[in-house]
């Protein structure tokens, strides 16, 4: 029995990501409420997997208007 594979669509989709930044990674997502939190766990990321490319994305509030 194999484990569903965790996609950027799924992380999308997903309410509890509603303003954070996301980073999907070897499977894992890893969430930060901060710009410079995102960097310090993007760093963390690529250490402990060299060999995976990160998916970075700012997913906003439901009623955010990006300009």
């Known amino acids: 029995m194999s484990a569903k594979k965790i996609t950027m669509q799924d992380v999308f989709k997903n309410p ?28 963390k990321v690529r250490k402990q997997y060299p060999n995976v490319t990160p998916q970075v994305a700012y997913l906003p509030k439901a009623h955010s208007l990006i300009l």
């Open 16 to 43: 509890r990501y509603r303003g954070k930044h996301v980073i999907l990674a070897a499977g894992k997502v890893f969430t930060a409420n901060t710009g410079s939190g995102a960097a310090e766990i993007l760093r």
